[in-house]
DNA sequence: CGCAAAAAGTTAAACGTTTCACTAGGACAC
DNA sequence: GTGTCCTAGTGAAACGTTTAACTTTTTGCG
């Protein structure tokens, strides 16, 4: 009944596995709807509408209504959503699609948080982690499409997002993206990196500094780069400072070695910079090593401000001024516009910025020669 | 037909939200079975047959099961699993359920792990994540115990295991625990914490430390910090040290705090001590820091080993000796498990203990007066 | 008393699949 | 010509729900 397996788990077995105590597996099955029905003298349907309590149910008296719950309580009656999505059409699961290169980041937390959105919600989330665009393919053209509640999609490649989730929302799957530069026509849900880095900038500037570096991707710089970019540009406008491209350092590795090899190149450049905020913490992190390293002490020679709100900032000395998503908004926001996009027909695309909280710790500090 | 849903989205709305490309859906449905069979020209079953390769497919000319699969293409049929799970009596959907107040930690690592070893598997992975006890209770007794394929566990309260995990064992359902202390009869799939002590250990004592501490959990310690400590305990015994109580310090804090304020105790009870090994990485970096305000620089002066293998360790200066955790094999593990025991009738616990890495880095050095 | 309308349920079809049991038609042997 | 076996399928029940449409009984009212 079951199909075949070929198991192939290489590890030690512990020493105190199998007390010999087997759970034997009882053979009863589940109660149904039927066998309450019987139990409690009524139809089938009867016993259907007591248990979802629907507007029918007001049609049954008082007494069935208990008679019906006694005998589902003794049989410890359970529904079967299988059953219930079937007749329906519609299930309550939301498939959260994660198809990404680097898993250590707060994609994680984001999904923990969308768990438990989506069972406040009365959803069930279910995780697709898929190791490249191939596999997420594969996913979506065999699994997907049917009777899901929603998907939301964390994809780093706009092309892949672009050919897939369009049609998914023409065939009625309520999709919700949550990464910026969406495809059009579909929903997305996105920390608002552009006010952030807006803030965190006029963080520096209200602090005394007049020269303040960025430290970014790589050259070929993704949408959510050019947010971040763009808000600093912003800041900068606002105070009257000029916006000088040689402050702007693309670093080729991403994390903490991207900080270390970006802060020499960054003050050769202009001796006078005097602060840099970064595109995500590991390089915050990287740039204040390296700047201690040339004998600059932050804060009180250098500040930084980090974006992201890792573990490793917090504890990091100094610790670190940095911005915190609020994954729990995201998640009640993506949740939401699932729940939405299930109710209309031709529903809207809706873009919503999620505020990313400005954390100040020990790595800003005044000018230092102000 | 949907149920009715009250939205609560605070939050700003992107200026280019909305670009009027509205997604309108289509109404058609999916292609069923049966269209399939009408396309071809067969019967229902025929197309059953035909598209799932089985053994009565034999049994069809390889003409008409031409005709089926282009009938099938035409129609960009795709079996619906809803269908198939309600004849079938089983799904190929395995929860993981997580009740626990810190996901901060390597949870969510193992929940990504797992995802990705089910999908191997041809399972799909849905978390749970529950807040606490009552949550989880709530979850277990209404959604669960229907047709799933199998339940990952990884609950704190021993208590709440012992009452729940038993009874779905008993009535079929495959359940695999992943943290130690398990009900009898329970498979689990855990880190070895007691050979990677043991190992820690070593190496200090290897490295010319004649004088260990331990810093550990609050009083009433789990099972993971037992296994932990039997491990020290083990390595001392073995280079014939003896085991002093005064040795091992309790911290209420769990974190970073905890390590702070875990070095002075330890110090002041133990002048000679010149290493210790922490039951994680969070604490191990308190203590580098506190010893490092107490002018004891590591690793030339004072060892520390922490467990867990996060980022913050990592990036840390002194960057921090601990353990990995394969989470890998742990995924893989326990999804094999559960599928072990979806085949047999009675299935006998196991217990399967994953081994942990060292990973040498810079907070261990050999002993200071040696 | 007679009729309408409300109250309290019941019947049966439907959702999409799987699979056991059956059959129509032909080939082959005797 | 009859019986047996094989090939290539078909028919129909079953899985557990939901729900539109119907029925039966009771009550209200003139």
């Not at 897939?164 to 990196?193: F, M």
């Not at 000088?244 to 802060?263: A, H, I």
Request: aromatic share 6%.
């Amino acid at each position: 009944m079951l199909p075949a397996v070929t198991l192939d788990i290489h590890s030690t077995c512990g020493k105190d596995a199998g007390r010999f105590f087997t759970v034997t597996r009882s053979t009863k099955p589940r109660a149904t709807l039927k066998d309450v029905a019987h139990e409690a003298n009524v139809s089938l349907s009867t016993v259907s509408y007591v248990l979802n309590d629907n507007e029918h149910a007001q049609r049954i008296s008082h007494t069935t209504k208990q008679r019906v719950r006694d005998a589902a309580d003794r049989l410890a009656y359970k529904s079967n959503p299988i059953g219930r999505a079937l007749q329906r059409g519609y299930t309550n699961q939301v498939i959260l699609l994660i198809v990404t290169w680097d898993l250590a980041t707060s994609h994680s937390a984001t999904a923990m948080a969308i768990s438990r959105a989506a069972i406040a919600q009365g959803f069930e989330l279910t995780v697709h982690v898929a190791d490249n665009d191939a596999e997420a393919e594969a996913f979506l053209k065999r699994h997907l499409l049917h009777n899901v509640g929603g998907l939301l999609v964390l994809w780093d490649s706009p092309a892949m997002r672009e050919s897939y989730l369009v049609q998914l929302a023409a065939e009625g799957v309520p999709v919700v993206d949550l990464l910026p530069d969406s495809p059009a026509g579909i929903s997305t849900v996105t920390p608002d990196r552009e006010s952030a880095f807006l803030e965190g900038t006029r963080h520096l500037i209200k602090l005394g500094h007049g020269c303040i570096g960025l430290i970014s991707d790589t050259l070929t710089r993704p949408k959510t780069t050019l947010c971040k970019l763009a808000g600093y540009r912003r800041a900068l406008q606002e105070a009257g400072l000029n916006y000088v491209e040689s402050l702007v350092v693309d670093v080729t590795e991403f994390g903490f070695e991207g900080g270390v090899s970006g802060f020499p190149r960054l003050v050769q450049r202009n001796p006078k910079v005097t602060a840099a905020i970064c595109i995500n913490d590991a390089i915050a992190l990287g740039l204040i090593a390296a700047a201690g390293d040339a004998g600059r002490r932050c804060p009180d020679d250098f500040s930084v401000v980090g974006f992201g709100d890792s573990t490793m900032g917090k504890y990091w000395r100094p610790a670190l001024t940095t911005f915190g998503l609020l994954a729990d908004r995201v998640a009640k926001a993506s949740v939401g516009l699932v729940l939405q996009q299930r109710q209309e027909t031709s529903p809207e695309p809706k873009t919503i910025l999620i505020p990313e909280e400005l954390i100040i710790r020990q790595s800003t500090g005044p000018a230092p020669n102000s």
